[in-house]
């Protein structure tokens, strides 16, 4: 079995779609999914469905919704030439909950982590053209928000956050990386939309400012400061950390062409708040 999650949810049997059109078997679907191969308990599953006020009924419905999904394994089973397995040998009924097994198919998240992997031990060694092209293969996996297509309840939501964080550590590496490459002109568009997009992103937002110091633009590296500064007072009561106010301070006191010796991640890993 074939899942992907880093974007609209796929899962896909001998190569046939096993997603079903109703919302909330898309959900039970979904979080089987984020956990494939480990057991999901019922517990879960309702709290995903239903959060705090669940039905008389959510276990003889959870169950429906099981059914429904085990039909769709089956039909894709069917389409295959000498297949021995069945839809209950996939999507299997252990004591307390259900497990949905891949059987060594590919997953795309267990990928991305596979790779970011590599880039960060890259990045440990110094290695930057390698940790650059090793996360950015990492990123090129995401195809939108994790599970995008699912209305999430509790479970998926959290599981949704915690892969956005994820994302948003390896692509500060990348982005650190190329820094230490000397790719500052080359970063500016795309940091540019990046602190558009996370208003309150410490580490993004101290690339883009060393990145338009080193392109000779101090004087809009020390806006960017400010504009973050403003955010994070207005909205949140707190100062820019410390990392990110001695970086405000090199860039006061160092030529562009002595940014060299500015170090490529000054800001804080800090992520305050919520993207906007």
Known sequence: MDIKVLGALSVRENGV???????????????LAIHADQVVPVSVLVDELWSATP?????TTLQ?????????????LASAENEQCTAKDILTTVPGGYRLETRGGTVDYREFERRAGVGYRAMDTEDYAGAVRQLA??????QGPALADIRAGNQIEMEARRWEEARLCALTQRLDADLRLG???ELLPELTV??????????????????????GRSSEALDVYQR?????????????????SRLQRSILTTRPDE?????ATSGSDRLVGRAN
Do not use: C, N
């Open 17 to 31: 779609s096993v997603l079903p059109t109703a919302p909330k078997p898309r959900q039970v679907l979904g979080l």
């Open 55 to 59: 039905p008389r009924s959510a276990r």
């Open 64 to 76: 429906t919704y099981i059914l429904q999904l085990r039909e769709l394994i089956g039909t894709a």
């Open 137 to 142: 293969d990492a990123l090129s996996l995401w």
């Open 183 to 185: 790719r500052h002109r």
């Open 194 to 215: 990046l602190v558009s997009q996370h208003r309150t992103h410490e580490s993004l937002h101290s690339q883009f400012m060393l990145a338009l110091h080193r392109a």
């Open 228 to 244: 973050l500064r403003t955010t994070l007072v207005t909205e949140l009561g707190l100062e820019p950390s410390a990392p990110l």
């Open 259 to 263: 940014a060299a010796s500015v170090p």
